[in-house]
């Protein structure tokens, strides 16, 4: 009985943590929109699973919605990539 209660007490507390870390996944990307022809980098927080695959449907999507068009998804990384990423991103830093 004590070890099925241990049990339940630890997949708890990993599910109840499974929210926060999807909450703590960005993706960097470069994006493009035409007449005249723009380019940019930037860098999303990720709503979704923290996965290359869905990264790239979630940004082209909310891209989408503002009028760009995603060219690539370059990677997906937790907050320590963060401040690495700012300078190059400027004003697409977390913008979208």
């Known amino acids: 009985m004590k070890q099925i209660t241990l049990s339940l007490v ?3 507390g990993l599910l109840a943590a499974l929210p926060a870390s999807a909450a703590e996944c960005f993706a960097d990307y470069k994006a493009k929109r035409d007449n005249p022809l723009k380019l940019h980098y930037g ?3 990720l709503q979704q699973s923290c996965d290359r695959q ?3 449907a979630e940004v082209s999507a909310r891209l989408r919605q503002n009028g760009w068009t995603l060219l690539n998804v370059v990677s997906v990384f937790g907050p320590d990539g963060l401040e690495g990423r700012k300078a190059n991103a400027g004003r697409f830093f977390l913008r979208f």
């Open 10 to 12: 630890l997949m708890l």
């Open 43 to 45: 860098v999303m927080q």
């Open 54 to 56: 869905s990264a790239r």
